[in-house]
C-alpha cells in the first residue's frame, strides 16, 4: 500500500507523508481546521480519493459529484452501460441501492450464461450483496435484508412487512450505506470519512467500522472525528493532531502522534480541549473527586480515570510525549497512606497530592468548615471545638488500625523495590526472601507509628489526623453536615459544591483553601518542592488546646 501524502506544514522539519497501512484519525479543536485539512489531503492523493458522507447521502438537494470512482460517477456509468438500471435515482442512498441490485441481476445473468455455454452446472459466487447482507446481519442481529420483486427490502427485529431502505432508521440507513458505499471504493484508495459517527449508534459504531475495514483491508481509511469513544476505538490508527491553520501561508500546524502508551481517547479530548489537562481519580458522574476538581480547576479539563495509579501512569506518559508538554498535564492522587518521600516524588512528576489522606476530609478542613458555617449562620468556633474533638476520639478508637494499615503499605512497597533485585540463583533469592523480615521491620516501624498516633491525640493535632487518617466513614460519623444544619452528607457536600459554583468570595475562599491544601498556587500549577502547604504549628495548637478546655465546660 502506498503512502499517503500530507498537507504542506508550517514546521519545514515535519513528515510530508504518513505510511498508508493503518487507519488514520484527524483530531483537533473546533475551529482549528481538520475539516480544511481533510479537504486538503483528498486533492494530495488525487485518484486515490474516495468520499463517504452519509449527512450529504440520504438527501437528494445537493451537488452531484464529477470525481472519478465516486458513487455518483459510477451511477452515470451504470445508467449508460445497464439498459434496466433504473434512472430516478436522487439522493446518494438511492442510487447505491440500485447499483447493488444491478450488480446483482448482471451477476446472475452472467452465471446463467455460463452456465448454459459450458452446458454443466455452475456454482454460485458471493455478490457484492451477499457481502453486505453478511455483514449487515452481523450488526444488527436478528434483522436481514432481502430480494424481492426487484426491491431490496429489510426484514427488522420490529416484526411486520418488509420495508424499503427509505423506511429504515437513521442509524440503520448510514450503516447500510457505509457497507455499500466501502464495496464500491477503488482498490488501493484512501477512504474518508467525515464525522463517522453521525446517527450511528455508540453501541455498533466499533462494529461497524471494523466491519467496514475489515471488508477493504486494501484500502486507506483516513477519520475526521470529535467523538472520543470512537476514536479510542481506532486503537491501531495514525493520529494527527491539527492545531491551527494558517490562511496566509496556506499551511497547518499539525503534529503525527505517536500515541503508544497513552490512549487516543485522551489525546483527542486534549487536543479538542485546547486546554491543560487534569487527571483524577473517580469516575466522571459519581465521584466527588470529578465534581470537587471541575470547580476548583475551572480552567482546566477534567479526567477521571479510576484508580490513582491509572493517573500516574497517563500524566507520566502524557508529559513523555514531544510537543504536548505546553498542554500543562498534570494529575491529582490521594494521599492514602504515601510516606513523605513517596508524596515528593509525585510532586516532581506533576502529580499533587492533598495534605490530607482523601478527598473526602478535604471537606473537614477548618478553612471550608468556616466558609460555610457563616454561610449557614452558624457559630464556627463552637462547631470546629466540637469537630475536633470527635474527630479526635474517632482516630482514639482506630489508631491502631491506621498504623497496621500504614505498615502494610510501606511493607508492601519496600517488598516490591527489594525482591526487584537481580539475583544469581535460586538460592539467594530464598535467602534474600528469609531475610526480608529483619530489613523491612515491621514492627518496628508499627512502634513508631503508633507513638506517632499518640502524640497526635494527646495535642489535638486535628490537622495532622486529617492526614494520616484514611476512614470513609469519617466525614458522616463526625456529624459536621448536622452542626452546619444539613440532612445528610451528601446534603453537605452539595452545599460546598453548590457555593464553589459561585462567582463570590465564598467560592473564592474555597477555592485558595483547596488549591492550598494541594500544593497548587492561583494558577494551578502544582508546587514541586517538599513544604508542607499546611504548617499545624504550635500557636494553631494551643488555640485548638483552649478550645477543647473550653469545650469541657460549655457542651454543644
Known amino acids: 500500500m502506498k503512502s499517503?501524502?500530507?498537507?504542506?506544514?508550517?514546521?519545514?522539519?515535519?513528515?510530508?507523508?504518513?505510511?498508508?497501512?493503518r487507519p488514520i484519525t484527524i483530531i483537533g479543536a473546533n475551529g482549528a481546521g481538520k475539516s480544511r485539512f481533510m479537504d486538503e489531503m483528498t486533492v494530495c492523493c488525487g485518484d486515490r480519493t474516495y468520499i463517504l458522507d452519509a449527512l450529504k447521502a440520504f438527501y437528494p438537494e445537493r451537488e452531484e459529484s464529477m470525481r472519478p470512482g465516486s458513487i455518483d460517477a459510477l451511477y452515470r456509468e451504470s445508467v449508460r452501460q445497464q439498459p434496466y438500471m433504473r434512472t430516478d435515482a436522487v439522493s446518494e442512498l438511492d442510487k447505491l441501492v440500485y447499483m447493488i441490485f444491478a450488480d446483482e441481476l448482471e451477476s446472475l445473468l452472467d452465471m446463467k450464461e455460463e452456465s448454459c455455454g459450458a452446458n454443466r452446472k455452475v456454482t454460485l459466487k458471493p455478490t457484492r450483496l451477499d457481502t453486505i447482507k453478511r455483514v449487515w446481519e452481523k450488526i444488527f442481529p436478528g434483522n436481514r435484508i432481502c430480494r424481492q420483486k426487484g426491491h431490496l427490502m429489510f426484514a427488522t427485529m420490529a416484526g411486520g412487512d418488509l420495508i424499503p431502505v427509505q423506511r429504515l432508521s437513521q442509524g440503520e440507513k448510514a450503516a447500510f450505506y457505509y457497507l455499500g458505499a466501502a464495496s464500491y471504493a477503488p482498490h488501493d484508495a484512501v477512504v474518508f470519512i467525515d464525522t463517522p459517527s453521525i446517527f450511528v449508534h455508540p453501541s455498533i459504531l466499533p462494529n461497524l467500522w471494523n466491519a467496514v475495514e475489515e471488508m477493504r483491508p486494501d484500502c486507506t481509511f483516513v477519520y475526521n472525528s470529535v467523538d472520543a469513544e470512537f476514536v479510542n476505538s481506532r486503537s491501531q490508527s495514525l493520529c494527527i493532531w491539527v492545531k491551527n491553520y494558517n490562511s496566509e501561508h496556506k499551511a497547518w500546524d499539525y503534529e503525527v502522534l505517536d500515541t503508544s502508551g497513552l490512549r487516543n481517547e485522551i489525546i483527542m479530548q486534549l487536543a479538542g480541549s485546547r486546554r491543560p489537562i487534569l487527571f483524577i481519580e473517580g469516575e466522571a458522574r459519581r465521584s466527588i473527586d470529578a465534581r470537587l476538581y471541575s470547580l476548583v480547576f475551572p480552567d482546566f479539563t477534567v479526567k477521571p480515570l479510576g484508580s490513582c495509579n491509572k493517573v500516574i501512569e497517563t500524566t507520566r506518559s502524557f508529559n513523555d510525549q514531544p510537543g504536548l508538554h505546553h498542554l500543562q498535564?498534570?494529575?491529582?492522587?490521594?494521599?492514602?497512606?504515601?510516606?513523605?518521600?513517596?508524596?515528593?516524588?509525585?510532586?516532581?512528576?506533576?502529580?499533587?497530592?492533598p495534605d490530607v489522606?482523601?478527598?473526602e476530609n478535604i471537606f473537614l478542613l477548618p478553612d471550608v468548615v468556616k466558609v460555610m458555617a457563616e454561610r449557614r449562620g452558624r457559630d464556627y468556633g463552637k462547631i470546629m471545638r466540637r469537630l475536633?474533638?470527635?474527630?479526635?476520639?474517632?482516630?482514639?478508637?482506630?489508631?491502631?488500625?491506621?498504623?497496621?494499615?500504614?505498615?502494610?503499605?510501606?511493607?508492601?512497597?519496600?517488598?516490591?523495590?527489594?525482591?526487584?533485585?537481580?539475583?544469581?540463583?535460586?538460592?539467594?533469592?530464598?535467602?534474600?526472601?528469609?531475610?526480608?523480615?529483619?530489613?523491612?521491620?515491621?514492627?518496628?516501624?508499627?512502634?513508631?507509628?503508633?507513638?506517632?498516633?499518640?502524640a497526635m491525640i494527646r495535642d489535638n493535632d486535628y490537622l495532622g489526623i486529617l492526614k494520616v487518617f484514611n476512614h470513609k466513614p469519617m466525614l458522616p460519623d463526625s456529624g459536621v453536615h448536622l452542626l452546619l444544619g444539613y440532612r445528610t452528607k451528601e446534603d453537605y457536600v452539595d452545599g460546598v459544591i453548590n457555593?464553589?459554583?459561585?462567582?463570590?468570595?465564598?467560592?473564592?475562599?474555597?477555592?485558595?483553601?483547596?488549591?492550598?491544601?494541594?500544593?497548587?498556587?492561583?494558577?494551578g500549577t502544582a508546587d514541586r518542592s517538599d513544604t508542607p502547604a499546611t504548617q499545624w504549628t504550635p500557636i494553631r495548637r494551643q488555640e485548638t488546646q483552649s478550645r477543647m478546655r473550653k469545650e469541657k465546660n460549655n457542651n454543644i
Open 329 to 353: 498535564s498534570q494529575g491529582i492522587v490521594d494521599r492514602d497512606r504515601r510516606s513523605d518521600k513517596e508524596v515528593g516524588y509525585l510532586r516532581n512528576k506533576s502529580i499533587m497530592v
Open 388 to 454: 475536633e474533638r470527635d474527630v479526635v476520639r474517632m482516630f482514639r478508637r482506630h489508631a491502631e488500625e491506621q498504623a497496621l494499615q500504614h505498615v502494610r503499605h510501606k511493607v508492601k512497597r519496600d517488598v516490591e523495590c527489594k525482591i526487584d533485585a537481580r539475583f544469581s540463583c535460586i538460592t539467594a533469592l530464598e535467602l534474600h526472601l528469609r531475610q526480608l523480615e529483619h530489613k523491612l521491620q515491621p514492627r518496628r516501624h508499627y512502634n513508631l507509628l503508633r507513638e506517632q498516633f499518640a
Open 499 to 523: 457555593a464553589l459554583k459561585g462567582h463570590g468570595k465564598d467560592a473564592e475562599h474555597l477555592r485558595t483553601s483547596i488549591k492550598h491544601c494541594l500544593h497548587a498556587d492561583e494558577n
Open 357 to 359: 489522606a482523601e478527598v
Open 4 to 21: 499517503i501524502s500530507l498537507p504542506p506544514s508550517l514546521n519545514p522539519k515535519a513528515a510530508s507523508a504518513v505510511d498508508g497501512t
